[in-house]
């Protein structure tokens, strides 16, 4: 096998180990197993590579303007994608083939097939709420819509999307999909496939993004295709991230701020609970609803209004852009604890969101869905500038507090879960063990749930070396114990990698 770069750094290659075993599976597949068929072997194929992400802080308030701090993981999506050019006589069509990580095969298709007129009827591209309603139609492949949906919202968004909707509407799509970020952890794996794929798409059809935009794009999957109200920090973390770095993202609505190296001394873990999360989940769109209510109470002082306008200009649509001092002292007092839906439209008409929707039949939360990303906001820019005092006990102290300040606001907005609460109560018993020892209270020293709360993952921080790292094993077994699994069953993300554009799309050819 032989490859060139396209818009790609070949010296990353070397240093990419679980891409040196996808190309190597390639091979593989073009003598047998589920993807023989998949592709034309002779001609070239596009391969791109997406981390997932550890949220170390941030979280769900990225969309309410927050400053995140994101590091993409070790664990990374594959694809392989080749654009077929269908030919005068010839059925153009879209084929998906789908390798799960290890431990969650057999519960969705393993394949996606489809003619390209059903995505692109008479050459245009499906309205967004078209295609939603498409991949919901069968739940068995509805996970084609974060792949395929590429294709859609470039033909839709991207540069000259008309050019592009013609190409794509005439030409056969093949897509081989390997993804080794787990489902369901927390740690962004859809994102990780779309920005992936969205890579390899771009690649194939000689498309210049930037970063930035890429990213933009692969939220519109997510958001309009595929229906997660998600905010924008996992597709640019995925894309944008930077090995052994904190990507700084300003989501307002997605300006990067820069890296963050994590000191010598510093080091982040992050551990499954078991509990599966989800972005699509009532509870985390409830939440987001509940936030954009209180930015849209706020903003009017809690008047009535039938006005269905922007925010006013300094908010910007963004509730990070209060202080905590601000919010405590002009605004708390006129949101709501909670408020039923029909009383909220009734009276504000429009909660400013456009992903998702009020239930007049439901009640929702405000005050403290509010609350949280101005406090997170705070709360993560003194993170990042913590991260820059001297090493030492007070600087692991405050480090962790704001861990576990983010942690308790995240239970306050009814995102917590009794895994990720004990695994949490775990590090703060591993804390007190070293305090009765006689210690400072290492090596572990703050952690948090992670990205759209309700199970997920749990960020632990503590002292780079190997007594951070047996602690760590000290809390994962215990945890385990308690749940009566496995000895080993809890996965433990280490590590970090490059970001997807930090790579690029390759350009292969198997001889």
Request: proline share 6%; glycine share 12%; net charge negative.
């Amino acid at each position: 096998m032989t490859v060139t770069v396209q818009n790609g750094r070949v010296d990353r290659l070397a240093s990419l180990p679980d891409t040196q075993a996808f190309l190597d599976s390639l091979e593989q597949h073009k003598l047998s197993g589920t993807a023989k068929e998949l592709f034309r072997w002779d001609a070239p194929l596009v391969v791109a590579r997406a981390p997932g992400r550890l949220d170390v802080m941030g979280g769900i308030a990225d969309y309410s303007g927050s400053l995140v701090l994101q590091m993409p993981i070790s664990e990374a999506a594959h694809v392989a994608l080749q654009l077929q050019d269908a030919g005068a006589d010839s059925l153009a069509t879209v084929q998906v083939i789908s390798i799960p990580a290890p431990g969650e095969e057999g519960h969705r298709a393993p394949s996606f097939n489809c003619n390209s007129a059903d995505l692109f009827p008479a050459g245009q591209p499906l309205a967004y709420d078209a295609a939603m309603a498409y991949f919901k139609a069968s739940p068995a492949t509805s996970w084609a819509a974060y792949i395929v949906g590429c294709l859609l919202v470039l033909a839709r968004n991207g540069p000259d999307a008309s050019t592009l909707a013609a190409r794509l509407a005439g030409s056969s799509v093949r897509v081989l999909v390997q993804s080794r970020v787990p489902e369901g952890k927390g740690v962004s794996s859809s994102a990780a496939v779309e920005v992936a794929t969205m890579t390899a798409l771009t690649g194939a059809l000689g498309v210049t993004l930037e970063g930035r935009q890429l990213a933009i794009l692969c939220q519109r999957v997510e958001n309009l295709v595929v229906g997660a109200p998600c905010g924008i920090m996992d597709q640019m973390a995925c894309t944008l991230g930077r090995q052994h770095s904190l990507l700084a993202l300003l989501c307002q609505p997605a300006e990067v701020q820069g890296t963050v190296a994590l000191p010598e001394h510093v080091a982040v873990w992050g551990v499954d609970s078991g509990i599966r999360h989800s972005v699509g989940g009532s509870d985390y769109g409830s939440v987001r609803v509940g936030a954009f209510m209180g930015l849209r109470i706020a903003s009017s002082n809690g008047k009535d209004s039938d006005a269905s306008g922007a925010p006013p200009a300094y908010w910007g649509g963004y509730l990070a852009r209060l202080a905590p001092s601000q919010l405590a002292q002009h605004f708390a007092a006129v949101l709501p604890t909670s408020i039923r839906g029909s009383d909220f439209l009734r009276r504000y008409t429009t909660h400013y969101d456009t992903v998702t929707s009020v239930d007049p039949d439901k009640e929702y939360a405000v005050l403290q869905p509010a609350s949280h990303p101005v406090q997170e906001h705070f709360r993560v820019s003194t993170f990042r500038q913590a991260l820059q005092l001297p090493a030492g006990p007070a600087q692991f102290e405050l480090l962790g507090e704001l861990m576990f300040q983010s942690h308790a606001s995240y239970s306050g907005c009814g995102l917590g879960s009794d895994g990720t609460d004990r695994l949490v109560a775990l590090v703060r018993e591993e804390m007190d063990a070293s305090r009765a020892r006689g210690g400072s209270g290492g090596p572990l020293w703050g952690a948090k749930i992670t990205g759209g709360g309700c199970g997920g993952t749990v960020c632990i921080l503590g002292e780079a070396g190997p007594e951070g790292e047996a602690a760590v094993l000290r809390v994962v077994e215990a945890y385990e114990r308690e749940r009566g699994v496995e000895p080993g069953a809890v996965k433990v993300f280490r590590g970090s990698s490059p970001g997807a554009a930090d790579v690029g799309p390759f350009t292969l050819v198997l001889s």
